[in-house]
């Protein structure tokens, strides 16, 4: 199994659909009554669907697309919500990032080789490597159509998970090795994580003719803990609306109980009337 596959199997959450209960129905409500009857929207980051109720937005959108680079929990939420291909809800697998699987072993691999085994470890081949992404993430054309637009697109608890795969594989073998993450490595990853929520944000601009929900953690556990990719994302849409590219704007915060030892807040922006 490709470590990429392992990772991501590592983090599905068995009882999530039950936990997460009270956090789905104050979201899906909060999208329903802030979208349009009868209106198409695209879920970024779909996966297993567990934070919104496809049954009830299926009753309220003409047309729903769940958007994610995991085509198997796509399937499982279709499953989950006995829905089919032949209903009003569809798959698209895109990838976000532009980062294959199989470097995702590959970096395991050069971690081990660059700092588990030498005795003194090289991280300036990790932050040239982390270079590397930054530069395929910039150069990365994610596969929508030309003339592919949605009513609204839905962006939420997305952005704090895609890089953190690759984080995870560093801080594992520095772990291994008994030392910390050097802090010119911890710069990289920041970068990476500003690159990617800049761009995942501006398609969901682009593809939206109505309005964009971006939903990014604001808190952990009642502290102010950054999240990276969340805290980029939260600039850049902060900064969007600051520079005035958006007639009409809001949020709320919600309570997410991811599990029983860590709770978000929940910021959920909602954007709409873009002016460009």
Request: proline content about 1%; aromatic content about 10%.
């Amino acid at each position: 199994m490709k470590l990429l596959k392992e990772l991501q199997k590592e983090r599905v959450m068995d009882d999530a659909k039950e936990l997460w209960m009270d956090y789905r129905k104050e979201l899906t409500e909060f999208i329903v009554n802030n979208t349009d009857r009868d209106t198409t929207i695209a879920i970024f980051g779909a996966g297993y669907c567990n934070d919104i109720d496809l049954t009830i937005f299926s009753s309220h959108f003409s047309g729903i697309e769940l958007v994610d680079f995991d085509y198997h929990a796509m399937q499982e939420a279709m499953k989950s919500y006995e829905l089919d291909g032949r209903n009003k809800v569809k798959t698209k697998k895109v990838d976000f990032l532009g980062i294959d699987v199989d470097e995702y072993d590959e970096l395991a691999k050069f971690m081990i080789k660059q700092v588990v085994l030498p005795q003194n470890p090289n991280m300036t081949s990790v932050v040239h490597r982390l270079e590397k992404y930054v530069d395929k993430i910039r150069k990365h054309r994610m596969s929508f159509s030309k003339n592919t637009t949605y009513d609204y697109v839905m962006v939420v608890g997305v952005h704090s998970h895609l890089i953190s795969f690759i984080e995870q594989i560093i801080e594992q073998a520095c772990i291994q090795k008994g030392i910390p993450v050097d802090g010119t490595v911890r710069q990289k990853i920041t970068e990476l994580n500003n690159v990617m929520a800049v761009k995942l944000n501006e398609k969901a601009f682009d593809l939206a003719d109505k309005g964009i929900f971006v939903g990014v953690e604001t808190a952990v556990n009642q502290s102010d803990s950054l999240v990276q990719g969340a805290y980029q994302a939260h600039n850049h849409i902060v900064k969007a609306i600051n520079d005035g590219r958006f007639a009409n704007f809001g949020h709320v915060d919600l309570t997410f109980t991811y599990s029983a030892e860590l709770v978000y807040k929940m910021s959920i922006i909602k954007i709409v009337e873009a002016i460009g």
